[in-house]
């Protein structure tokens, strides 16, 4: 994506490999699902979220073309995980470069 603007977040957890399952399952009914070499990224209109599993932390790193779709992508994303994780209290914090 050519000069897309970022965000990224780290979210600690024990399932990082659940939640990115379960947000692929469930945002997949209204997004576009792609398996990537480095994990599996959401496609939502001009803007995606890239899901990384990592070892006891599930990297989220969105983009998108205007301020206002970065501000779509990570409400989205942010929002049903934690949703996913609130027993857990899972807390999403998006940083911007």
Sequence with gaps: ?????????????????????????????????????????????????LIVVGHGVLELRAEAESADDLTRVTEVVGSHLERFGQRNELAVTWHRP
């Design 1 to 49: 994506m050519a000069d897309a603007i970022t965000a990224a977040a780290s979210v600690t957890t024990d399932a990082p490999a659940r939640y990115a399952k379960q947000l692929a399952s469930h945002l997949g009914r209204r997004a576009e699902v792609r398996d990537e070499p480095d994990g599996t990224r959401l496609v939502l209109g001009t803007s995606s979220c």
